[in-house]
Structures are given as structure tokens and as C-alpha cells.
């Protein structure tokens, strides 16, 4: 009740996407204080590192909290479908998003591994610092969020910012940052659509043109200098 009313009277709202946008019209506030400016990141501090020349077989990269909301499980019966050689790489501790949320989930996901004998192809290495996620993202050929719900999606901007080819459900800063066949591939959380997508970025050539396309556009729209002006434009319209 609080925040409602703070939000209610307060003379502008920011909200860091689309999908925050709508939340908050249904939360209540009125359309014209709500501003979207996302949230912003130094592509610079993520290593624009060519991508892997070893074609035999393709990293795909996770980065998130281990949480059911996050249906990694498709991920794991995704790849498990396919039938090039791949390494699959989970960073990230489990977590609970909500108290209803059942406790085990990271348990139940390593039991999914042994049962489509993906064990040896699957790593779950666990938390990890902020300072260290850069040296994670640059061992990655492409990032695969299969999230059911997102408000932002921090990962996501940091893998495109790292330059990597993106396969993501239509959550958060995904829908504004992927166009498919161009930066990546939007999915709807099927298994076997994630299977195909994965398999058309074994082609080299795709995903270094993508993993470039996608850095530029967020530089273009996350960069730092592009955030502070849209706040500073904010402040003085008001």
C-alpha cells in the first residue's frame, strides 16, 4: 500500500521495460508518468572475444539464478535432442522467487541430466561474482534463457554485450534486443524449437554475424552515455 501510493504521487515513474511498463499500468499508475529507460551497461567491460574457431562442437551458456521460473529443464531436453557435439555450461546458484516455489529444483535438474545421459555434457558450476561472469560469457558460443517471466533480464543484455548470439523467450530486454535471423531467435518454450534453433548456430558465420549485430545494437541502446541522457532529459522536462 505504501509503494502504490508513493508511486500514485510521485511526478515520474521509471520502469526498465515494456513488460514493466504494463505491470505498472496494472499496478495503477497512469500512463503519463510512466517512462521507460532501461537499465544500462559498459559494453566495453565485456570482452568483444572472436568467436571459438573449433567448429566440432558448440558451447551454449546459461547465466541466472537456478529457479523453477527459469525452466532450465527445457534446456536440458533440448539439448539432449541434439546431434552435434555440445558442452552445456549453468551459471548460477538455485534460488527461490517466491515462497510457494518448491525447494530442490537444482537437485531435480541434475537428475534430469543422468536420465537423458547428458551428464558428461552438462556443467553446473554454481554462484559466481559479477566480476567474474565476464571470463564465463567469453567461453560461450551462443546464450539460451528459456525464463517463463522476466521484468528486465540482466543476463540477457550481458551475453549480447559479450557478443554472443542469443535464444530466448519473449521475457524482459529480450523482445527488445532480439530479431530473429538477425541477433538471434525468440522461442515460445518448446523443447524441440530450441533444439532447431541451436543446431541453425552451428554455422560459424551466423553467429559471428549476429554476436556483432547484437553488441552494436546494445551499445547503441544500453550504453551508459544513451541511459544518463535519457534520465537527464527526464529531470528537465519535469
Same mark, same amino acid.
Given at each position: ?19 514493466e ?17 532501461p ?27 537456478? $529457479?523453477?521460473?527459469?525452466? !532450465?529443464e527445457?534446456?536440458?531436453?533440448? =539439448? *539432449?535432442?541434439l546431434? @552435434?557435439?555440445f558442452?552445456? %555450461? ?42 567474474e ?10 546464450f539460451?534463457?528459456?525464463?517463463l ?11 549480447? $554485450?559479450?557478443?554472443?548470439? !542469443? ?5 524482459? =530486454? *529480450?523482445?527488445?534486443? @532480439?530479431?530473429?535471423?538477425? %541477433?538471434?531467435?525468440l ?27 547484437v ?20 529531470y528537465?522536462?519535469?
Amino acid at each position: 500500500m505504501t509503494f502504490k501510493a508513493s508511486a500514485k504521487s510521485a511526478d515520474a515513474v521509471v520502469v526498465s521495460s515494456k513488460l514493466e511498463y504494463e505491470d505498472a499500468i496494472e499496478f495503477g499508475i497512469k500512463k503519463d508518468k510512466l517512462h521507460v529507460i532501461p537499465m544500462g551497461i559498459d559494453v566495453d567491460d565485456y570482452m568483444n572475444k572472436p568467436v571459438r574457431q573449433n567448429e566440432d562442437s558448440i558451447n551454449i551458456l546459461f547465466v541466472g539464478r537456478i $529457479a523453477r521460473v527459469r525452466r !532450465i529443464e527445457i534446456l536440458l531436453q533440448a =539439448v *539432449a535432442k541434439l546431434s @552435434i557435439p555440445f558442452y552445456l %555450461t549453468l551459471v548460477g546458484g538455485e534460488e527461490k522467487t517466491s515462497s510457494l516455489s518448491r525447494s530442490g529444483y537444482l537437485d531435480e535438474l541434475k537428475k534430469l541430466c543422468g536420465s537423458l545421459n547428458i551428464n558428461d555434457r552438462v556443467t553446473f558450476i554454481g554462484p559466481v561474482a559479477q566480476d567474474e561472469l565476464f571470463n564465463w560469457y567469453s567461453k560461450g558460443d551462443i546464450f539460451v534463457y528459456p525464463s517463463l517471466y522476466e521484468n528486465f533480464g540482466q543476463p540477457i543484455l550481458e551475453a549480447a $554485450a559479450a557478443g554472443l548470439p !542469443i535464444i530466448s523467450t519473449p521475457v524482459g =530486454v *529480450a523482445q527488445e534486443i @532480439i530479431t530473429d535471423n538477425k %541477433t538471434g531467435f525468440l522461442f515460445n518454450g518448446d523443447d524441440q524449437e530450441l533444439t532447431d534453433r541451436i543446431t541453425q548456430l552451428t554455422d560459424l558465420s551466423l553467429r559471428k554475424e549476429m554476436g556483432k549485430v547484437v553488441r552494436e545494437r546494445v551499445r547503441s541502446l544500453y550504453g551508459w552515455e544513451e541511459i544518463i541522457k535519457q534520465y537527464l532529459d527526464l529531470y528537465q522536462s519535469l
